[in-house]
């Protein structure tokens, strides 16, 4: 199984060469960088090619990017104002747009296969608006992302919104060729884990791994909330490839979880796949 860790969970501080070799040590093989500065200056190119080279330097893979949620956003601070595709009003669903654009660009210098992608932030509802603004947006940067060799991949959310049942029903709709990072913390919140894997099945393309209490999005590590692991680990070995499991927590107290916390759940998820006879060989 390869090891692929968002580094979501350090989003209020630099992505330095220090943290990434603590990554590597932990046992993970590749990343996905969430864009959000002071985190990563996706705008900047000396900013991406010091990461280019800090990945070089400690032989981690770039397994792709989390797209900005939110702009004017402030070290320490949980988040600054909400940006969405989805936005109906012109202006600002526009500059979201050019935001998501920046950090496609990144793959000019630093290539990467997966744009993880929320369709709105926030408990949005399913607004036949906002749906039309997001075809707007998704038929532009699906061929922006494109040329750049990345694929957009739509993340479901615990809104409704972006709950499996309307994205599902908005693919139809629109017939955009889009793929999805399946949430399994976000499902768990929104329904059923596995209804809404079913919805999303034959798109999936990447995951966000996280447990929490059916509740809040607490982004915990697997096994210290409520979702049934062997359940979901069953329904992911059902797919034509094996599916990357990137696992994307929060910090729930300075420090915590540690790397070594996390390197042990890796293992545990690791042996449970193989108890099932899972294949873990991804392309």
């Not at 399994?184 to 995951?207: K, N, P, Q, W, Y």
Request: aromatic share 8%.
């Amino acid at each position: 199984m390869r090891r692929i860790f968002s580094t979501y969970i350090y989003r209020n501080q630099p992505l330095t060469s220090s943290l990434l070799a603590a990554i590597k040590h932990a046992g993970i093989d590749s990343v996905e960088v969430f864009c959000g500065t002071p985190h990563f200056g996706y705008r900047v190119p000396e900013a991406i090619r010091d990461l280019s080279g800090m990945l070089e330097e400690h032989d981690l893979q770039l397994h792709g990017l989390h797209a900005p949620t939110e702009r004017n956003f402030v070290a320490g601070r949980e988040s600054g104002i909400p940006m969405s595709i989805a936005d109906p009003e012109r202006i600002r669903r526009i500059d979201a747009v050019d935001e998501v654009k920046r950090a496609l660009d990144v793959a000019e210098i630093l290539p990467f296969r997966y744009f993880c992608q929320h369709l709105a932030t926030g408990r949005q509802e399913a607004d036949p608006r906002r749906f039309e603004a997001a075809f707007s947006s998704l038929e532009h940067l699906i061929l922006f992302a494109k040329q750049r060799g990345v694929t957009i991949a739509l993340q479901n959310s615990a809104n409704e919104l972006g709950s499996p049942a309307s994205l599902h029903q908005f693919v139809k709709e629109t017939r955009l060729d889009l793929r999805y990072c399946f949430d399994i913390g976000h499902a768990h919140i929104d329904s059923d884990v596995a209804a809404s894997f079913e919805l999303m099945r034959d798109r999936v393309v990447t995951t966000h791994i996280h447990d929490n209490h059916g509740e809040r999005d607490e982004h915990l590590l697997p096994y210290e909330g409520t979702i049934d692991w062997d359940a979901a680990l069953t329904d992911f070995s059902r797919t034509s490839t094996a599916l990357p499991l990137v696992f994307e927590l929060k910090e729930q107290s300075p420090g915590m979880p540690s790397l070594d916390q996390i390197r042990a759940v890796f293992d545990k998820l690791e042996k449970h796949l193989d108890e099932k006879g899972v294949s873990t060989t991804q392309v």
